[in-house]
C-alpha cells in the first residue's frame, strides 16, 4: 500500500466551485506539505503544517485554505476555483528533528477548472 | 532569499554517453536533495546530500555536493534509456525547513 495517498487522482471542475483534494499518510511523519506543479515547471509550496496546530502559508496561498484534521490528513480546498488554478497538486510528508527532512510525494492530484 | 538554479534545463543525450547536470543555490545550507520525475507521475527521492564534499551513488548516477561554491552535481555515467525523466534539486532553507526547489531538468535519453 502506498505511504501517501491523495484523493481524488483527477477531477475537472467549472470555475467557482469549491473543491477539496485529500491526502493520508501511513507514514507517521508530523510534517505534511502542498504543493502545485505546472506544465513544464517546478514545485511551488502552497502550505504547509508541521504538526496538527501548526499551519503556515507557502509561497502561493492565495485562493486555497488548508485543513490538518490529523497527524494523518492535510485537505486542501479551493474555495471558488479558477482556470489558471488548473495544474498537478502533490502532497508531501517528511519528519522533522534531527533526521534527512526529506519529503515523500503522493501520487498527484490532476485538477482542471473549466 | 535563498535561490537554487539548475542547469541545463533540457538535455538531450544519446545512450552510452556522460553528462552532468549542475545546481547551484545562492546561500548557506544543510542540506540538498535530488529528485527524479516521471512524465505525469509522483517525485521520488534519489539522493540526500549533508556535508561538504559528500558523495552518493545508485547505479548510473551518481551526486556530490561542494557547500564554499554551493553547487551540487548530478553525474549520469553511460546513459541508457530508462533514466529519461525530469530531475529537481531542492535546498533545505535553514530557518523554516522549508525546500526550495529548481525548476528541474529534463533529461531525454535517445537510443
Known amino acids: 500500500d502506498a505511504d501517501v495517498t491523495q484523493t481524488p487522482r483527477n477531477r475537472i471542475t467549472k470555475t467557482g466551485k469549491r473543491i477539496m483534494l485529500e491526502c493520508s499518510q501511513t507514514?507517521?511523519?508530523?510534517?505534511m506539505y502542498w504543493y502545485r506543479q505546472d506544465p513544464g515547471l517546478g514545485l511551488q509550496l502552497i502550505y504547509y503544517?508541521?504538526?496538527?496546530?501548526?499551519?503556515n502559508k507557502g509561497e502561493i496561498s492565495d485562493g486555497y485554505s488548508v485543513s490538518r484534521q490529523a497527524q494523518a490528513k492535510f485537505s486542501l480546498s479551493l474555495e471558488s476555483a479558477i482556470p489558471n488554478q488548473t495544474a498537478l497538486y502533490f502532497c508531501?510528508?517528511?519528519?522533522?528533528?534531527?533526521?534527512?527532512?526529506?519529503?515523500?510525494f503522493g501520487p498527484g492530484t490532476r485538477l482542471t477548472v473549466l | 532569499e535563498l535561490k537554487v538554479e539548475q542547469n541545463p534545463l533540457f538535455l538531450s543525450m544519446q545512450e552510452g554517453k556522460n553528462y552532468t547536470i549542475y545546481c547551484n543555490y545562492s546561500?548557506?545550507?544543510?542540506?540538498l536533495y535530488w529528485y527524479r520525475q516521471d512524465p505525469g507521475k509522483s517525485l521520488e527521492s534519489l539522493f540526500v546530500?549533508?556535508?561538504n564534499g559528500a558523495v552518493k551513488q545508485e547505479g548510473r548516477l551518481m551526486a556530490s555536493l561542494d557547500t564554499k561554491a554551493r553547487l551540487s552535481t548530478l553525474h549520469i555515467t553511460a546513459a541508457v534509456h530508462d533514466l529519461s525523466a525530469t530531475y529537481f534539486c531542492a535546498v533545505l532553507m535553514d530557518s523554516n525547513y522549508q525546500l526550495i526547489w529548481g525548476a528541474g531538468t529534463k533529461l531525454i535519453i535517445k537510443p
Open positions: 546530500l549533508l556535508s
Open positions: 546561500t548557506t545550507s544543510d542540506r
Open positions: 508531501a510528508t517528511s519528519q522533522g528533528g534531527t533526521g534527512m527532512h526529506t519529503q515523500y
Open positions: 503544517s508541521f504538526d496538527v496546530k501548526d499551519i
Open positions: 507514514k507517521g511523519h508530523d510534517r
